[in-house]
């Protein structure tokens, strides 16, 4: 990153990846949290289709440098293992409280978060196991679209500004039209 931007350290945990049938919301998942400020994702599944793809749009657009993209094959070790090292754990569920109500105290925190966001009906292991639940809204909703109000609540709209250093590609705002130019 340039342009002296420092944001708490988040990443991202995907519960369930079904590859036949998450392949597209999983990808948006992984783009949203790198281009929403996260320093990587966690995917629960074996897909190397899907990590290759995420792996190419970092190289183009930039973060490849530290944005790190992981299979797991199991989400509970992942959480209780953040949880024992010190990290926070934050469930965006829609049964959760308020995002506004907690935002603040999660902004204070200087260790790293893992934001978990499911796919199929998540366990209710986490339900009991994370140190916070929250809603963006209690209505059925994309948790692509959660993952994205929650880190801009959380950096506060300073990761729209962004420019990554690495990028081999970068987009000139306008008014009307596409103007991508090649960097370097």
């Excluded at 929403?36 to 793809?53: N, Q, R, W």
């Excluded at 209780?80 to 090292?85: A, D, M, V, Y």
């Excluded at 639940?133 to 959660?146: C, K, T």
Aim: hydrophobic content about 40%; proline content about 2%.
């Amino acid at each position: 990153m340039q342009n002296g931007l420092r944001l708490k350290e988040a990443y991202v945990l995907r519960l369930s990846h079904r590859p036949s049938r998450d392949k597209r919301v999983t990808t948006h998942v992984a783009l949203v949290a790198r281009a929403f400020g996260a320093k990587g994702v966690f995917i629960e599944g074996e897909d190397t289709h899907l990590i290759d793809s995420i792996k190419k749009a970092t190289e183009v657009w930039g973060g490849s440098s530290y944005f790190k993209v992981e299979t797991i094959s199991d989400g509970k070790s992942l959480v209780s293992q953040w949880r024992n090292k010190g990290g926070i754990t934050i469930h965006l569920t829609m049964y959760g409280i308020n995002v506004c109500e907690k935002i603040k105290e999660l902004s204070s925190f200087e260790v790293p978060l893992l934001i978990i966001v499911g796919s199929e009906k998540v366990d209710s292991w986490y339900y009991h196991n994370v140190d916070f639940n929250l809603a963006i809204g209690n209505q059925p909703h994309s948790e692509i679209a959660a993952l994205a109000i929650f880190l801009d609540r959380l950096y506060k709209g300073l990761e729209l500004h962004y420019i990554f250093e690495d990028s081999k590609l970068r987009v000139i705002p306008q008014e009307a039209g596409k103007k991508v130019v090649k960097n370097g």
